[in-house]
């Protein structure tokens, strides 16, 4: 889904400082640096950028013909001005966003006419005959799915804002999102208040570093972003995988029969809207977005070593880290975040070790052989705490 995003300048990345560029997080202020950014308002989420990108060529937004699309279509369009490329505008003082009326969402508008138009996508097709793709309505109403097979997106016919998706009502319960598609439910004690409540939401963030949702009433919600922010909201997250029992919760509490009645609720639950049949993938756009014409000035090509430009090997680990062109044809032209080992924050709640050898849901640069992996969320699920976990004990009887 779109999210508001702030313009960062970060003062402890050599690449940026050196170049005077920006760098786009969803957040106010800087991880690596602690500083403020500039608030830039809301920006499409990467499915949204690649429906956009389908819907305005009617072409699979991944693939071999992305780079002859891009340099075929290089001087037959121009950026929308109203939207500034983005296709979807705030409003409501920045409250909420809708998409740009001036371009219908696209970010972009053709420059030439239909019939050149065509004449451009059939030289694309000609060379590439399985790139065509049909165009995506409601981009930014319907949740956006990506298809590995076909490699197109498509929206999956709900609303996220008022998904009519069943809802667990074993209240109250922890949603730690793992990735887009799975998330992970820890039932917590009936008979503890709201204040504790909330602490154990706060810790389970600070450790597993993933958006995690208090979900207490139908209509009663506090998300707990991965980057800090908290919002309490009447819409509980819904649909998606679920799983529960793999992510350990910070503290341990009496395993009573009102929870045991609640625990075989959800297993229930859970088997009544398992995926009954398919496959489930990490977020294989890996987190990257178009890059602008700036970034393909400042991260075209590669180094002497063969690494990627805009890559610096970390001090302190000796991998690299950064944002580059992802080398691989079926990300042509697309910015990505690179993680070193030191980066990695994702941590069990209970014993506080590691939950993968990688930064989850982020990806890292292998020299061995030049390209960018992507380490799922549900890389963490299979930590396992020592004999000893160091969770801390509470009672939580009687704690209104």
């Not at 037959?76 to 409250?95: F, L, M, P």
């Not at 000609?126 to 799915?145: G, N, S, Y």
């Not at 009502?169 to 793992?178: C, E, K, M, Q, S």
Request: charged residues 25%; glycine residues 8%; aromatic residues 8%.
């Amino acid at each position: 889904m779109p999210q508001k995003m702030w313009k960062h300048s970060c003062s402890k990345s050599g690449s940026l400082e050196k170049t005077g560029s920006f760098h786009w997080l969803g957040a106010p202020v800087c991880s690596s640096c602690g500083e403020q950014g500039e608030y830039d308002g809301w920006h499409p989420g990467t499915q949204e950028a690649m429906a956009q990108y389908q819907t305005f060529y009617r072409l699979k937004p991944v693939g071999r013909h992305r780079q002859m699309t891009d340099e075929l279509f290089k001087s037959a369009k121009a950026k929308c001005q109203t939207c500034d490329g983005r296709g979807i505008r705030d409003t409501a003082n920045g409250s909420d966003c809708r998409p740009c009326t001036s371009c219908r969402g696209h970010g972009s508008l053709f420059t030439r006419t239909a019939d050149e138009i065509d004449t451009l996508r059939r030289r694309v097709l000609a060379a590439h005959p399985d790139a065509a793709a049909d165009p995506v309505p409601d981009i930014f109403t319907k949740l956006i799915v990506f298809s590995e097979v076909k490699q197109e997106v498509a929206t999956s016919g709900i609303d996220p804002r008022e998904s009519d998706t069943a809802l667990f009502d074993g209240f109250p319960y922890l949603v730690a999102r793992v990735t887009r598609t799975m998330h992970h439910v820890t039932l917590l004690p009936g008979e503890v208040n709201e204040r504790h409540l909330v602490e154990i939401a706060r810790a389970q963030r600070q450790a597993n570093r993933l958006d995690v949702c208090l979900v207490m009433a139908p209509r009663r919600a506090q998300y707990f972003d991965a980057d800090g922010h908290e919002r309490l909201t009447p819409k509980p997250p819904r649909g998606g995988v679920l799983i529960t029992s793999r992510l350990r919760p910070p503290t341990v509490w009496t395993d009573t029969a009102e929870l045991q009645a609640r625990r075989r609720r959800l297993i229930r639950f859970i088997d009544t809207h398992v995926l009954k049949s398919g496959h489930l993938f990490g977020d294989l756009t890996r987190g990257g977005r178009e890059a602008t014409a700036d970034d393909v000035a400042r991260l075209a090509g590669v180094g002497h070593d063969g690494r990627p430009r805009g890559l610096e090997r970390c001090v302190t680990c000796g991998e690299w880290r950064g944002r580059c062109l992802d080398p691989a044809p079926n990300f042509f032209c697309q910015v990505m975040a690179v993680h070193c080992r030191c980066q990695n924050d994702n941590r069990c709640a209970a014993c506080g070790r590691l939950l993968s050898e990688r930064k989850l849901n982020a990806n890292y640069y292998d020299p061995t052989d030049g390209q960018i992996w992507h380490v799922p969320g549900f890389a963490g699920l299979y930590h396992r705490c020592p004999t000893a976990p160091a969770a801390k004990s509470s009672n939580v009887t009687g704690a209104r």
